[in-house]
T-cell receptor
Framework: DAMVIQNPRYQVTQFGKPVTLSCSQT?????MYWYQQKSSQAPKLLFH???????NEADTPDNFQSRRPNTSFCFLDIRSPGLGDAAMYLC????????????FGPGTRLTVL | GQNIDQPTEMTATEGAIVQINCTYQ??????LFWYQQHAGEAPTFLSY??LDGLEEKGRFSSFLSRSKGYSYLLLKELQMKDSASYLC??????????WGAGTKLIIKP
């Protein structure tokens, strides 16, 4: 089945210890998104790629970086996680049409100790 | 600024009907999405409205009035598995999705 896959589903890291979250898709979609979602809040867009064209939201902290080495994979790097970065991180994809639906992976829940 | 408003929480009874409202103020409009999100899981797509009127899809229907900046999601014949958060999101003139914080729907037997 075509899908969006995120690994790991649960990630625990130490305060200040770099962590990388991964996302892969078999939908062959052009656009990939990274969202941060805290409990009972709206998803907050961090980055998106249209193919290899990287778009960084203005209020995304410098602590967050992203890589998309190919169409199928996208990574979120958190260089020095703080307690405030504990959240669910959602990867989504869309075909790339202006109003196309976004399809989400299962998310990675990040805990910072 | 851009804003999406939804009630924080609603309670309904199994078998009943519930309507979840969403009002929006955005810079431009390119459609409105409803997503369902179960606790600890990712959002799943329910519906997309870009023209005024009602779109029906099984037990779920979504309505849009662009002139009023208003949408609702109607859930019929409620089942316990419908307990979830329902997120309203609007695509603005820059084709960015603006998300509401979601409405937590609690279904009671």
């Amino acid at each position: 089945d075509a899908m969006v896959i995120q690994n790991p589903r649960y990630q625990v890291t130490q305060f200040g210890k770099p962590v990388t979250l991964s996302c892969s898709q078999t939908l062959n979609h052009n656009v990939m998104y990274w969202y941060q979602q805290k409990s009972s809040q709206a998803p907050k867009l961090l980055f998106h790629y249209y193919d290899k064209d990287f778009n960084n939201e203005a209020d995304t902290p410098d602590n967050f970086q992203s890589r998309r080495p190919n169409t199928s994979f996208c990574f979120l790097d958190i260089r020095s996680p703080g307690l405030g970065d504990a959240a669910m991180y959602l990867c989504a994809t869309s075909r790339g049409g202006a109003t196309d639906t976004q399809y989400f992976g299962p998310g990675t829940r990040l805990t910072v100790l | 600024g851009q804003n999406i408003d939804q009630p924080t929480e609603m309670t309904a009874t199994e078998g009943a009907i519930v309507q979840i409202n969403c009002t929006y103020q955005t810079s431009g409009f390119n459609g409105l999405f409803w997503y369902q999100q179960h606790a600890g899981e990712a959002p799943t797509f329910l519906s997309y409205n870009v023209l005024d009127g009602l779109e029906e899809k099984g037990r779920f229907s979504s309505f849009l009035s662009r002139s009023k900046g208003y949408s609702y999601l109607l859930l019929k014949e409620l089942q316990m598995k419908d307990s979830a958060s329902y997120l309203c999101a609007v695509m603005d003139s820059n084709y960015q999705l603006i998300w509401g914080a979601g409405t937590k729907l609690i279904i009671k037997p």
